[in-house]
């Protein structure tokens, strides 16, 4: 039985929403050309914090290559600026899930246009469709999940997430130099005209995006590439009327909302994303409107200790055994000796203040926490080192990643950088790192080590 062709998705019948145009893809095309490439720079920014050079207990995408060519030595001032990027990519990330919903929704007819392609331009902009679509699904889905700290995909979240950025970034700027300028050309044209987000059966429609439908005998399944009976010479022979041919429905059906509010829709489920997400990022009284984040919400418990934490002492496989004041001991090594401390000792040290946020990958922060410790420098000079140098440092905990890190020397040089005992006042609790934990500005969370029992100073 043969399927009539207005019936298949290459038959431009097939799509009949109104709504489709080239203003409505170009207006959400440019805001994810901010948006996206504003995410891609805080993500690297966030693989650089990690220190990866420093070894691999930090660096979670082997085999980088050439695509480690911007890493530098991560930097521990302004003291929140972790908690700012990382906040701006998750939070942004999130917040553009209704347009990247809403640009593919605007495409979906081009993925099924035939011939599958032209030219050679043509196959270029297929190719870098298919990775965008694939990369940018993938990027979206696999961030989503972990912040959701969800791991539902196969191997670990930081290289998949790293490379697959890569991709999807690349594909990304090939597709954004192929189309930027036909969707700068298309809304300055609307906007010349009036009409930017006119509604969808407004007539003004018309010389932007082409007749809503072709003439009374044409064939709905005509081809997409085909001019309309009528059009003019630009409208047949230049890019905007092959896009609208490609988007226009030719026979739409009765539209039941205008593209001002389409777009309005867009722009609404972002903002509602937004506001109950950010607020795991600001911390305070607004993480109580962050209901989607898993670290949103009133701040455990009451007390000194009453901030959000990634991993709990149980999680971690602490037990009360190993970190009792008589039977815990710092050990640090340097170049000529090692040392040996118990809690007592160690708070009897030189001890320092500093107001610093736990900030972690998965866009949650803490608001300023009161640390008090033994300074990581003062630390280094006791194991016989003369400057501050990088410092290994090794956590009681049982299992899991980042139990180990390495920390730079301008990390070790920061007087704010502490071997924290307490916190606004009181005893660190288990969850937050009890006996001793590492607390350094501007550092992602993982890297500010809890239950610490070793320190070695030195070069990787």
Known sequence: MRVPSRLLPSSPGFWRSPLRGPRFTSVLGLVLLVGVTVMFVTGLLSYAAYNPGLGGVNDRTPDKGLLGFYLFDWPTDPYWLYRLTQGVHVTLGVTLIPVLLAKLWSVVPKLFALPPVRSLAHALERITILL?????????????????????????????????????????????????????????????????????????????????????????????????????????????????????????????????????????????????????????????????????????????????????????????????????????????RTVRLSRAQVRALPQYGAALPIACVEGWSTSDQHWRGVRLRDLAALAGEREPVDVYVESLQAHGTFRHAWLRANQVADPRSLLALEVNGADLTPDHGYPARVVVPAAPGVLNTKWVTRMTFGRP
């Open 132 to 336: 965008l679509v694939g990369g940018g699904l993938f990027e979206f889905t696999t961030g989503v999940l972990n912040v959701q700290l969800d791991y539902l995909f196969p191997g670990s979240f930081y290289p998949l997430h790293f490379y697959g950025a890569w991709l999807f970034f690349a594909a990304f700027l090939l597709h954004a130099a192929l189309r930027v300028p036909l969707a700068v050309r298309t809304v300055r044209r609307a906007r010349a005209q009036g009409n930017l987000l006119a509604p969808a059966d407004e007539p003004a429609d018309e010389p932007a995006d082409g007749p809503a439908d072709g003439p009374a005998d044409e064939p709905a399944d005509a081809p997409a590439d085909r001019p309309a009976a009528g059009a003019t010479r630009e409208q047949a022979g230049e890019p905007v009327a092959r896009e609208a041919d490609a988007l226009v429905a030719t026979h739409p059906d009765a539209p039941t909302v205008s593209r001002r509010g389409a777009l309005w829709s867009v722009a609404g489920g972002s903002l509602l994303l937004l506001v109950t997400t950010a607020g795991q990022s600001i911390g305070g009284s607004w993480r109580r409107t962050a209901l989607l984040a898993p670290h949103g919400g009133e701040d455990p418990g009451s007390g000194p200790g009453a901030f959000q934490v990634n991993k709990t002492a149980a999680y971690a496989g602490i037990t009360t055994a190993g970190t009792r004041e008589d039977t815990w001991r710092l050990e640090l090594r340097g170049p000529t």
